[in-house]
């Protein structure tokens, strides 16, 4: 389901994920951990292990650029994660597919650093990068040992806030940009899903592709990036995160000397938003509207039918309800005892596979759920996969079948807090949309779900009348 984020590498980060918590793994398999976030760092950024971590500290800097940062003195790495509200959503619709290509366009260099040598640097350090545009935010991070931490600042910040946009470059990376977008669209996966979105979310920017336009891509001009980047990438719009080893504080120090102190905010910001520090920041996008419904699509080259569905649920700003819906996708869809996969896999063996997923998004999260079969069982899998939906409305569910769903859904989220990476892009993220929860907030928002608030506040959600529904089949 990587139609909702787009990096420089295959990534399903950022935006395929409930980001009032962190990453969440897909659904169909018990949970045994989850992406670090941009690229994901592996195991050896543990951070935290089992212990108590403390609270993240805030500062605003000259101009009035965010800053978050929570010290992990165990962690072998520091991560440096820069957050822009600066996705696809933030898009007109000539600027089509602008946010993701100036993502690539800012990798090719800056004034003072050439193309490739901010990668040839960062690995000098003896650390690595990444970067993912969703829709509602774009994201760049640096993972390097603590004692390289101010230098992997000084790099990125130069990289991210000063991009050179060379026109040589840019007719280059156009290319790389539109090789993807057809590589994309040879995928009927991929394909079935933005044409799930853009059914279930017309006219709305959740609806479009990340990637942008054909039409759009082959007229940008350099010009108009350096404007977007301009009107977007400023002081009221950004957050730095940084999870690592802190010691005496020199590193934060250092910041209010960085080229981030000297970011400009924009002279009266829009839509009423005060800048990252601001609770409720609002997506550019406006509030989603999911349009139910069903079609049918047959599509080349896809080698089995699937079943498709999305529901619209709190946004990602709802911490609490974010939390309660995932409890539901995880007690419906996560592993051989969840209802779906017993029901649709394990019992009746009509489906492949059957995946459901939280997608945490700041104009309205989506539910999205996939099953896999043969053809001719694709109207048993609907019909079925309605029962048991109906089943999970009309009556609320047992207690250890709800504790079980906590278990999992708390150990994922504990889990990820071992990672230096994945702290600092849960606290970026969290920051940049003015949600400033302690670290144990979502813990905490898992223990007030019981079965019987559940059943009454969150089940109605899931109503397959609620859902739009794809049927896609092999031409």
């Known amino acids: 389901m990587n139609v909702l984020t787009c990096g420089v590498t295959d990534l399903v980060v950022s935006q395929v994920v409930s980001d009032a918590l962190a990453p969440l793994a897909a659904k169909g398999a018990e949970k045994t951990g989850f992406d670090g976030g941009s690229g994901g760092p592996g195991p050896a950024s543990r951070a935290a292990g089992s212990g108590t971590l403390g609270e993240p500290q805030q500062r605003r800097l000259g101009q009035g650029a965010a800053v978050v940062s929570l010290d992990l003195p165990q962690a072998p790495v520091t991560c440096v994660d820069f957050w822009c509200r600066a996705g696809s959503a933030a898009e007109t619709p000539a600027e089509s597919g602008l946010a993701h290509f100036l993502e690539h366009m800012v990798f090719k260099g800056s004034e003072r650093l050439g193309a490739g040598e901010f990668d040839l640097r960062v690995e000098a350090l003896g650390g690595s990068s990444n970067a993912a545009t969703g829709f509602d935010d774009v994201h760049y991070h640096v993972l390097v040992p603590p004692s390289a931490a101010a230098e992997a600042i000084d790099l990125l910040l130069d990289l991210v806030l000063a991009p050179r946009l ?78 690592g080893p802190l010691g005496d504080g020199a590193i934060l120090e250092h910041l209010e000397h960085s080229a981030l102190a000297h970011l400009a905010s924009a002279d009266q910001p829009r839509s009423g938003r005060s800048g990252p520090a601001s609770a409720g920041a609002q997506s550019e996008a406006g509030p989603l509207q999911l349009q139910p419904g069903s079609d049918t699509v047959v599509l080349p080259r896809l080698e089995a039918a699937r079943l ?92 250890a079948e709800v504790e079980r769903a906590q278990r999992l859904v708390g150990n994922g989220y504990r889990f990820g807090l071992e990672a230096a990476g994945s702290v600092a892009g849960l606290l970026g993220n969290n920051h940049l949309w003015g949600r400033h929860q302690p670290i144990q907030a979502p813990l905490d928002a898992l223990a007030h779900w019981d079965p019987q608030r559940l059943w009454r506040d969150l089940t109605p959600l899931l109503d397959p009348e609620r859902a739009f529904c794809l049927r896609a089949l092999p031409a």
């Open 308 to 399: 498709l569905m999305a529901w619209q649920v709190p946004p990602a700003g709802d911490l609490e309800a974010v939390i309660g819906c995932d409890l539901l996708t995880t007690l419906l869809a996560e592993g051989r005892r969840s209802r779906l996969v017993a029901r649709l896999r394990e019992q009746l063996r009509l489906v492949e596979s059957i995946d459901l997923d939280l997608n945490g998004l700041e104009a309205g999260s989506l539910v999205l759920l996939e099953a896999v079969c043969e053809s001719e069982h694709l109207p048993a899998v609907e019909a079925e996969i309605r029962r048991v939906l109906q089943e999970l409305i009309g009556a609320p569910p047992p207690l």
């Open 166 to 243: 060379d026109g040589q470059d840019f007719a280059m990376e156009r290319q790389v940009v539109l090789e993807e977008l057809a590589q994309s669209e040879d995928q009927p996966e991929e394909v079935a899903f933005q044409q799930l979105l853009s059914r279930a979310c017309p006219g709305h920017a959740y609806g479009q592709p990340i990637l942008g336009r054909r039409q759009a891509l082959e007229g940008h001009r350099p010009e108009a990036m350096a404007a977007f980047h301009q009107r977007l990438y400023r002081a009221d719009n950004c957050c730095l995160a940084v999870a």
